[in-house]
């Protein structure tokens, strides 16, 4: 590759940054763009139906300022604006901002969508960047300020067009990640002296500094927001905002960094909409301050909803493996992973609701954002033993000893690399079933009776057992005396070509309740030879069970 075509990121000049000593403690001020920057990057656009409903649920969600479009730019837009005042669709505490390029015929026409609105933020930008100064405008600096200082200077003119209305100003320059950030400063500067008595204390101008094209490492970006920061003057009644991109995959590291170097507030979108690889996830960085015990003031209690609404909207998917949101971000395949996720979940059932959540691989309960268990453990060849026992365990009531858990995996793992795929739930309950309950050969009972012997004195009863057997398709009488009628049974096959075993391990529990319970034996025998199997038996009789279960291990 011809790397030669390329030139580092241009780090700041040097300064003393405090940011790296910093933590987030609190929420931004967050502002959606879903239906502008989001809807401009759709396929096919939202209509005004779809976009009023999706402004409903910015609303739910807990937006206090939402940038519902660009006036200017089409009848869509306009009439969009203007439905959301005149159907009195905006809540009070809820501020419209609009988006609008800094050029005269432009600026009017957005002044005309906000007759009534009660409250609104005029967005204006221009360009700043020396790709956008010398391909797109042909302009030296000193123009391009001009142009901003010109745009203010025209919404200041038509401000009386909007008499009733509550507005504040919010400038971009527009690719400030690309933007030698002295002039950056230089051009805020101006637009800050051109603004003047317009701003107070309860109307701060918001200066947003987007990373309109992604292009720097987090922490140069961060040092960009910090100088900015350090050396604009008035900076105490500014409102720093980030208007992050994600073409280098860095979008929510850059977006926390920046809020670490001093950022007040935060434009994005519901999972990560936009331009090229999208814009900032808004739910990705609010959820990762949830996890660091910072509410991020943004009702995210429901992903699943927010999904199914996002994409009903929108027509876009929602990556298997977006943080959060993804289908499989709750899943493990992993056999460590499952074990270690087993036990953990295991451990919070007996912990008070509010503990300190540290269950291995998972950093977020689940059920704190609308997710289920279910689908934690999923099972496929690279899954281990904690994974199947889980499945059995929590959809099946199987509690399979842990002994056997290593057999158990075993048993699974090779029928997923048999069928090259995910196992479902209900194919790892037929793997056990098929290899410990269903086999018939080479033993198999064929009738069996048993008698309890009272002695009439305090030792222990007596069993008795009689019956017929199948060992390799050849039918044997059988019968045997002992403490119960597993050892009576044991006993009996002593007598027949079955091969010699003790019993080493032994367990049993119940599934179900009432006349629908059924009782489950796990067994090991050891053979002569040192081996050791499992076996499995099922029967609504715990005695026949502990038989069953030792047929079902012979089996093996």
């Known amino acids: 590759m011809k790397t030669q075509k390329y030139k580092p990121f241009e780090p700041v000049p040097a300064f003393k940054r405090t940011w790296p000593e910093k933590t987030i403690t609190k929420a931004p001020v967050w502002c959606s763009v879903d239906l502008r920057d989001g809807n401009q990057a759709l396929i096919n656009p939202m209509g005004v139906e779809q976009k009023l409903d999706f402004f409903d649920l910015l609303v739910k969600i807990g937006f206090k300022e939402i940038e519902v479009g660009f006036p200017s730019a089409s009848d869509t837009e306009f009439t969009f604006m203007r439905r959301l005042v005149e159907e009195n669709h905006v809540p ?25 609105c009660k409250k609104a933020i005029f967005h204006l930008y221009n360009s700043t960047s020396p790709a956008q100064r010398k391909y797109t405008f042909n302009k030296s600096k000193d123009e391009i ?99 992050n991109h994600n073409d280098r995959g860095e979008g929510v590291a850059q977006c926390e960094l920046g809020l670490l170097a001093g950022a007040d507030r935060v434009e994005g979108c519901l999972f990560g909409n936009g331009e090229r690889t999208g814009n900032l996830d808004i739910v990705n960085v609010g959820l990762n301050m949830f996890t660091q015990g910072v509410d991020p003031e943004l009702d995210l209690s429901d992903i699943p909803f927010l999904v199914s609404e996002y994409t009903k909207y929108t027509g876009m998917e929602i990556p298997p493996r977006q943080p959060y949101a993804g289908e499989l971000v709750f899943t493990a395949f992993s056999g460590s992973h499952q074990d270690a996720i087993r036990k953990g979940m295991a451990a919070r059932v007996k912990m008070p609701e509010d503990a300190v959540w540290d269950v291995p691989y998972l950093t977020i309960d689940p059920h704190d954002i609308g997710r289920q268990y279910e689908g934690i453990i999923r099972i496929n060849s690279q899954s281990g033993k904690g994974g199947a026992a889980y499945i059995l365990e929590h959809e099946y009531g199987i509690s399979a000893p842990k002994a056997m858990h290593p057999a158990l995996g075993e048993v699974v793992k090779n029928a997923a690399d048999k069928a090259q795929r995910e196992l479902q739930s209900a194919e790892v309950y037929d793997c056990f079933c098929n290899q410990w309950l269903n086999k018939k050969e080479p033993l198999a009972i064929v009738d069996l009776a048993e008698t309890h012997i009272d002695s009439g004195s305090s030792a222990e009863e007596t069993v008795a057992c009689r019956g017929v057997i199948s060992w390799n398709g050849k039918e044997i009488s059988i019968g045997g005396k002992g403490n119960g009628p597993l050892d009576a049974f044991v006993s009996a096959l002593q007598e027949t070509p079955v091969p010699r075993f003790n019993i080493t391990a032994f367990y049993e529990h119940s ?24 076996g499995v038996g099922k029967s609504s009789n715990v005695g026949r069970a502990g038989i069953k279960a030792v047929v079902s291990a012979l089996n093996q």
Not at 511 to 530: C, H, K, M, P, R
């Open 145 to 243: 300020k001009q142009i901003a200082i010109e745009g203010i200077r025209c919404v200041k003119k038509c401000l009386p067009m909007s008499e009733g209305t509550d507005i504040r100003l919010e400038y971009s320059p527009e690719s400030f990640s690309t933007t030698e950030i002295d002039y950056a400063v230089e051009v805020c500067e101006a637009v800050i002296k051109e603004w003047g008595d317009c701003a107070d204390e309860n109307h701060k101008i918001i200066l947003n500094l987007p990373t309109t094209v992604e292009c720097s490492l987090p922490n140069q970006f961060a040092d960009q927001i910090e100088y900015f920061c350090q050396h604009i003057s008035n900076r105490e009644n500014l409102v720093i905002s980030l208007h």
């Open 511 to 534: 599934v179900g309740s009432g006349s629908d319970t059924s009782a489950y034996s796990y067994v090991q025998i050891t053979l002569e030879d040192g081996r050791q199997v499992w």
């Open 92 to 116: 009070d505490d809820v501020t419209l901002q609009v988006l609008c390029q800094a050029r005269e015929p432009l600026i009017k026409k957005t002044f005309e969508s906000l007759k009534g």
